[in-house]
């Protein structure tokens, strides 16, 4: 039983004074303070200023709780709260007020949110290799130096392809390595991890330091260089593609190759009778029986090659054989129509 009352007791008194710090808290008509919420640059000067309509009739106190520079004045009716260069990272979180207190009333609040933050010396971005090479995982590199809080920090990249396309990630706290406590400046470095496809080349990527603080309007404090990538890769042989061609004897024949690649490929067409021909064009003026057989356009670079096949047949030319049918044909046509007329009369 006294366990219980005990218990219920506690909980009664508790009850009591939730409620009477709600009320104490930003419940005074009277009191003043020049700003509610108030976000300061790291090292920049902060003035809080505190006041009054007009003096109380009895003693009291007028005055700002902090955990820095605590003020408390008597029969003034404003007060300020003021740091020269504001650098405790203390101030974030904490509780910052503004009181009035008089004899025998509850104590007047007023609530103000106080925010401290640094934008960073530098955001540089990196990477491990100038050149990429297809198919290898890459890492980009974001180092932040000296931004705070940290735990409020994001890092962001952008990517931004050749089609001016824009891709964005982020990372939040905890998803990057930082040294320094979260609630206050420190270095932050972000790995992005990027597969070296050919999409890649020519690809343009950026980090950006974002601080997400509720008074803060823009959270982009820093940005860096952007960061362009060359992909090397293979090259892909897009004209023309494996297949045959019928060609007539004593017509000229021009193969022209071509493929997608970096560094840009070089080329050779193999002929039939091993000869090779080192250029991406192959001409041959009069197409002879010799000529028939597979030509292999090649293209290479460092990082590999492709090549297609292409058949070229001969093919005879029947149209002057059928000229010459058809004159022949004719001639005799004639020839008996003549003769059958004659015979006739
Ligand atoms: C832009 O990128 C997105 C995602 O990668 C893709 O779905 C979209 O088709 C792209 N748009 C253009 C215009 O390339
Ligand atoms: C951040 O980096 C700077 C320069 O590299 C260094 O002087 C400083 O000590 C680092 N800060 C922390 C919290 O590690």
């Given at each position: 039983m006294t366990v219980w009352g005990l218990f219920i007791f506690v909980v009664v008194l508790g009850v009591y004074v939730e409620y009477t710090q709600n009320t104490n808290t930003d419940s005074c008509s009277t009191l003043t303070v020049s700003h509610d919420s108030l976000l300061v640059e790291y090292g920049e000067p902060v003035e809080l200023t505190?006041?009054?309509?007009?003096?109380?009739?009895?003693?009291?106190?007028?005055?700002?709780?902090?955990?820095?520079?605590?003020?408390?004045?008597?029969?003034?009716?404003?007060?300020?709260?003021?740091?020269?260069?504001?650098?405790?990272?203390?101030?974030?979180?904490?509780?910052?007020?503004?009181?009035?207190?008089?004899?025998?009333?509850?104590?007047?609040?007023?609530?103000?949110?106080?925010?401290?933050?640094?934008?960073?010396?530098?955001?540089?971005?990196?990477?491990?290799?100038?050149?990429?090479?297809?198919?290898?995982?890459?890492?980009?590199?974001?180092?932040?130096?000296?931004?705070?809080?940290?735990?409020?920090?994001?890092?962001?990249?952008?990517?931004?392809?050749?089609?001016?396309?824009?891709?964005?990630?982020?990372?939040?706290?905890?998803?990057?390595?930082?040294?320094?406590?979260?609630?206050?400046?420190?270095?932050?470095?972000?790995?992005?991890?990027?597969?070296?496809?050919?999409?890649?080349?020519?690809?343009?990527?950026?980090?950006?330091?974002?601080?997400?603080?509720?008074?803060?309007?823009?959270?982009?404090?820093?940005?860096s260089e952007p960061l362009n990538i060359t992909v090397h890769y293979k090259p892909i042989i897009t004209q023309p593609s494996d297949g045959t061609l019928s060609v007539t004897e004593g017509d000229s024949l021009t193969l022209s190759c071509s493929a997608h690649g970096n560094p840009s490929p070089q080329y050779t067409w193999n002929s039939p009778g091993n000869i090779m021909t080192v250029s991406s064009i192959l001409m041959i003026s009069s197409i002879q029986s010799e000529d028939q057989g597979q030509y292999i356009c090649t293209a290479y670079n460092d990082e590999g090659s492709d090549s297609v096949t292409v058949m070229v047949n001969l093919v005879v030319d029947y149209k002057p054989i059928i000229a010459v049918f058809a004159v022949v044909g004719g001639v005799l046509l004639v020839t008996v129509v003549s003769f059958w007329l004659y015979e006739r009369y």
């Open positions: 505190c006041s009054i309509p007009t003096k109380p009739s009895s003693q009291y106190k007028l005055g700002m709780e902090s955990q820095i520079n605590p003020v408390e004045i008597e029969n003034e009716t404003s007060v300020m709260w003021r740091s020269p260069s504001l650098t405790e990272w203390e101030v974030n979180g904490r509780e910052l007020f503004c009181f009035l207190s008089e004899p025998n009333k509850e104590q007047c609040k007023k609530r103000v949110h106080l925010s401290l933050y640094k934008p960073p010396d530098s955001v540089k971005i990196s990477s491990e290799s100038s050149v990429w090479s297809e198919g290898q995982m890459m890492k980009l590199k974001c180092e932040i130096k000296n931004v705070g809080p940290l735990q409020n920090l994001t890092v962001q990249w952008t990517r931004v392809d050749q089609n001016k396309n824009r891709t964005v990630t982020e990372m939040t706290y905890g998803s990057f390595s930082s040294s320094g406590e979260e609630r206050k400046s420190g270095n932050a470095t972000a790995t992005l991890n990027v597969l070296a496809s050919r999409d890649e080349d020519g690809v343009q990527y950026q980090c950006a330091a974002l601080l997400k603080l509720e008074q803060l309007q823009q959270p982009q404090v820093g940005t």
